[in-house]
T-cell receptor
Framework: EPEVTQTPSHQVTQMGQEVILRCVPI?????FYWYRQILGQKVEFLVS????????KSEIFDDQFSVERPDGSNFTLKIRSTKLEDSAMYFC??????????????FGPGTRLTVL | GEDVEQSLFLSVREGDSSVINCTYT??????LYWYKQEPGAGLQLLTY?????DMKQDQRLTVLLNKKDKHLSLRIADTQTGDSAIYFC????????????FGGGTRLMVKP
């Protein structure tokens, strides 16, 4: 069964450093998403991406964040200058893309980002 | 406020039914989802319901939606120890594209 994969599973970085989190969405999916879950808190939407551009973003997704689909399979989240409060589990998700449809989003296993 | 709320914890005995509840505040929600998260794993989509439905059954899972009260529940029949996990409800709002808004999750513990 196809699944969303993410690498690395755990990333440790120093405050102020740039990190890139990588995701391989399910191959026939057209919509891609990033969510994050700070320890003990809710899963929060960050951004959705369709047709090579951002379709929606939350207020969390500020100028420090960017997303890219550098090739036909990868979808990345870059944090330019990490802060302590960026420590969280970051989930990538993808969906087929059914406007007004059920839009089942399939999630990857997550990357745990720890900022020291 | 526009929030999705769940109780934190539920404990049941193996073989009993579990009912996990969720309330939401946005009446424009179109689809509502239940996800399962096992320790160290991602979010697994269990089932969903469209907002014009009252009930959906899928094997051991039954989803009930009370749109008037903005209340969603997930019933797991014959709960097994393998059902122990955190269960998240999520809503997709009519005016928010594909973005999902999640509840805080309910930790289900199944005792043998």
């Amino acid at each position: 069964e196809p699944e969303v994969t993410q690498t690395p599973s755990h990333q440790v970085t120093q405050m102020g450093q740039e990190v890139i989190l990588r995701c391989v969405p399910i191959s026939n999916h057209l919509y891609f998403y990033w969510y994050r879950q700070i320890l003990g808190q809710k899963v929060e939407f960050l951004v959705s991406f369709y047709n090579n551009e951002i379709s929606e973003k939350s207020e969390i997704f500020d100028d420090q964040f960017s997303v890219e689909r550098p090739d036909g399979s990868n979808f990345t989240l870059k944090i330019r200058s990490t802060k302590l409060e960026d420590s969280a589990m970051y989930f990538c998700a993808s969906s087929v893309g059914q406007p007004n449809g059920k839009e089942e989003q399939f999630f990857g296993p997550g990357t745990r980002l720890t900022v020291l | 406020g526009e929030d999705v709320e769940q109780s934190l914890f539920l404990s049941v005995r193996e073989g009993d039914s579990s009912v996990i509840n969720c309330t939401y505040t946005d009446s424009s929600s179109t689809y509502l989802y239940w996800y399962k998260q096992e320790p160290g794993a991602g979010l697994q989509l269990l089932t969903y319901i469209f907002s014009n439905m009252d009930m959906k059954q899928d094997q051991r899972l039954t989803v009930l939606l009370n749109k008037k009260d903005k209340h969603l529940s997930l019933r797991i029949a014959d709960t097994q120890t393998g059902d122990s996990a955190i269960y998240f409800c999520a809503e997709r709002r009519n005016n928010a594209g594909n973005m999902l808004t999640f509840g805080g999750g309910t930790r289900l513990m199944v005792k043998p």
